[in-house]
């Protein structure tokens, strides 16, 4: 049996940087895994949009697609835009198979994306003990989401930075000027900001601002194409190819 196809879900933007880096990381996903067939497809301003791409997998014949969000936490595109596209996709693809797969975090291995592009910043793992850290993430309203983002802050507190903010660039509060300085009032002398986010685009822009505005002395880059987040994605697939309690359904 062929494997199911892997189509990639992103949110897409008006800024061009974001598809480049979403393509960038697909294209790594297929060389770690040669012979699936990996798709990508946007729910908004990008093309091609998800019914799209599965619309042209079930002409070409296929029988199975695990869709899979290219989201960090499970927030509201995760719960109900995705779930709702998939929906009208299945009524009106009835012979093609399409599974929904987990969001990408919470995972370590997304910790170690952050951390090397932290160290890729110029912070060294000597520095972590005298550093300060913003966890910096896009925002949310759904309190599941905020509450994931304040548990990996906890988690990384526990790997050596002399503490750790969560901050947030859009929806919720604090806003990464104002962790910075937070940092800054309890004696944090070095304060680093590392951008929980996958691509480029508005609200990664917003958190550089931010870092800049208040003096950071570190800004890292987006998590972009890195090696652990494809290999994050694959198993996110392999995972809803064999579901187990408390996956997701088909």
Request: contains cysteine; hydrophobic residues 45%.
């Amino acid at each position: 049996m062929p494997s199911p196809v892997l189509l990639v879900i992103a949110h897409g933007s008006r800024d061009p940087r974001h598809a480049a880096t979403v393509h960038a990381l697909t294209a790594r996903v297929r060389s770690l895994r040669p012979g699936l067939r990996v798709e990508t497809g946007f729910l908004e301003f990008n093309a091609p949009s998800v019914p799209r791409v599965l619309e042209r997998l079930a002409a070409e014949g296929a029988d199975e697609v695990v869709a899979l969000p290219l989201l960090l936490t499970r927030a509201f595109h995760a719960k109900a835009d995705i779930p709702s596209v998939l929906r009208e996709a299945r009524a009106r693809l009835p012979r093609l198979r399409i599974r929904q797969a987990d969001v990408l975090g919470p995972s370590p291995l997304l910790n170690t994306a952050l951390e090397q592009r932290l160290y890729e910043a110029g912070v060294t793992p000597g520095d972590k003990s005298s550093t300060g850290l913003v966890l910096a993430s896009a925002g949310s309203t759904d309190p599941e989401a905020i509450a994931v983002i304040a548990e990996i802050a906890r988690e990384l507190r526990h790997t050596g930075w002399c503490a750790v903010r969560p901050a947030f660039a859009s929806a919720s509060l604090p806003r990464t000027a104002d962790a910075v300085r937070a940092l800054r009032a309890e004696g944090v002398r070095r304060v680093a900001v590392a951008p929980y986010v996958i691509a480029p685009g508005r609200l990664p822009d917003r958190i550089a601002a931010g870092a800049e505005e208040s003096g950071a002395d570190v800004l890292a880059g987006v998590l972009g194409p890195s090696p652990e987040l494809a290999r994050l994605l694959l198993t996110r697939y392999d995972e809803a190819r064999v579901p187990v309690t408390g996956a997701m359904s088909a």
